[in-house]
């Protein structure tokens, strides 16, 4: 079965190549989808229509790749809204006391996920996921049936740690000592399982390592992570430097900075992904670049939690790959990957007055498309829309009202405040999305397991006042 | 006629009045409205019913008072998306050769420019307007005849210069100089024919004072405006220290501070209000305090013109009211009353480490609707749920997908990215939206009326090109 859309606005595959800003980069082309792939991009007009093609019409509409949220934690959607407004280290307190803990939630959580990046314009999801202790496999089994369910692409990347919580904060040793996570052996034991049983490259489903970050974790567990990667091709995806606290951490602990330990540990690679980098510095993007790793950029759950500006113009000065991620909904209450893009198209002007070096929209949406894509390992198979790429594709429609008056429509897609402008979407050929409706799913159905039950408030903060004080003092008192 | 909204959850006013932060601050009300105000608010189902009244169900729904969008020009509705990211004083040049010249566009910004902020959760809007040169009352008649179609509370300040344009770049004297706007005498006759013609208290239509900003008046226009704000009480609203290169005018121009040099001219008093502030330094903060000013902070246009960091968190410890603005649809390519907020709650955390000062969604509320009324010399009138203040009233729809789960409503109204969750709203007792349908206006002619004609791109950029080299040598290779 062959998909034509015909005359439809695009921004070329060189546009997304080349850095330049070309305020009218857009092109009229058809576009040929057979199968999974893109077989053919044309000029509007010159693609022979056959009788056994689904033909679409383009006009009014902009056909976007899918965008990748290269870093999410699915669980959180249940904490939408109830965490406070408060630093990483004691945010994860308060998060870690509300955490969904039963299998179904966490199925409905990889569901949200996935419709709230669909109609955002994703076609693809980093699920850097919480799953619950001793129900390890049960857990990643049920947000694969979630992410198929919705037919989302996603990349499923446990959050594995073997130091315990206390390990995250500077002087750590003089908090209470939580009971030590599994070993790391153990941990590496259950990974392969996991790579075994639910690893389908073939249907869009891919396993990855998520080791929480270096601060939670032994060198034994980050070793044997990238050496998983490697011998299975698998994408290593881990928090870095999000937090002034996991720059000290690194310099209590190591004494070198932070990325040359994961480097010495062989834990960059092109298969990398880091995700936040607010505290890199510029010999830790040169070490990223040389290894052609990639950074996540989280803009609103930077600010939510106070983390800092990362440092992404001179990520891609120094030619280090970016990618945006939304981060989980209990630190960016909304899952809205073009909010996310707005967002870090501007928020990095704070930092530099050469306004000829802002990131322009057609950059922004390279770094959501092609370096999305290059973040989450699958650089060659999505991101683009080019002929033997898989169709991830998204279109939009730009008669709605909020992409009304027709002037630049990348630049108000970008800029402004789209809503509801996702009419199409295909991963892997499949066609998703219609007329702005969702075909694999009833969208209610969701709307009503997010309403029964309510999450409460979390009527204990016993682990948020037990480290608060030490917090404040070695963060704030004795900076 | 009366209406009783029974059964509402509200953030209680005394909530509004204080600086705290009680993450449980709803409670469960009836609020009665009679005529143009609010008549009683009391604990929930102690209200009597009476047969007269209409009654509506408050149960799952959020009942806050309306928003004061507190700076915008309505007329770059036309704009949106159409100019490139640039800083202020290049983005300006721009604007200027797009601005849209024709009375039935002016009517249509207004319009499009009440719907948006009817639907994010605003009743009130300051229009610091552009206004046709040659068709001044003609301009403000058709922006009158926008907001009374969709029924908002609305402060038209035109916007009043007599420098030219390159009065507001440093060193602008080595710029070639356009054509001298009207003498300041002239304008302030038009503004007092403005006041008498249109100003209508009594039916929620306001002119105020609009002098562009400090860099393109003279003395003469800036002295005589606040003249005119106490002799007729209203507002005067300007522009202040929006980018480095204005503060560089202000040093240039004066020899000292400009807050101080507007103080000498009697321009602060509690009805002035002074959008953007992004580089005022404390001794400004506490002038401004001490005349009863506002601030008005526009984060999201600040990052998109590169302005800066404004200090909202030393305002508010200083005791300065600030505000919120979208500012024009050319700056903030989305004219949403919640993102502003949002971004606004979060944009600070950049600058203080201490979370305990960060601003809580309740602050930001605050801000929004108690700040804001004062900001537009309303705050006697709107801006809280309260016995005597005049019915402007905003309800959310809390089961709404882009509120769910039920966890926090107030946090993931202001932290989320809450979306068609408006379902009515009053302006002075009149039910302007029920349902989710604006009752006054067909919404489709107006995006009709957006979808023609389209605006094309300025094919000549000849202002632009003839300062960029001048900024560019002033601003960055001179600094």
Redesign the interface.
Known sequence: MQTLIQSVLTLPDKVLERDG?D??SLESVDVLLTGCQIQAVAPAGTLPQTADQRVIDGRNKLLLAGFVNGHTHSSQ??????I????LE?WLSNVFESTPRHLDQLYWGAVSTAVDTLFSGGTCVMDHAYVIPGQEMETVAALVRGYRSVGIRAVVAPLMMDLPFASGFPKGCLLPQSASPRAARELLALMEAMVAEFHDPDHGIYVGLGPTGFHRCSDELLAGCADLSQRYDLCLHTHLLET?AQHRVAQERYGIRAVQHLATLGCLSPRTSLAHGVWIDEADIDDLARAGATLVHNP?SN????S??APILKCRQRGLNVAFGCDGAASN??Q?LL?VIK?G???H??T????DR?I?PEQALQMATVGGAHGVNLGDRTGRIAPGFEADLVLYNL?H?????????L???V???P??VVEAAWVRGRQLVDQGQLLTLD?ET??DA??HP??A?PESRTQHHAVEPHYREV??NR?
Chains 1, 2 share one sequence.
């Open positions: 800003l305020p009218h959607v249940w904490q939408r809204g109830l406070p407004q408060l630093p004691l002034r609103v600010l939510r939690l106070g800092g500006l209450d909304a809205n909010e967002l198209t501007m928020l002007t704070v530099e007055a050469d306004y802002w322009t008669d009202p909020s992409l009304l008056p027709r002037t630049n429509p630049q108000l897609l800029l402004g405040r809503t509801e969208r969701l709307h997010l309403r309510p999450m408030s963060m704030l900076p």
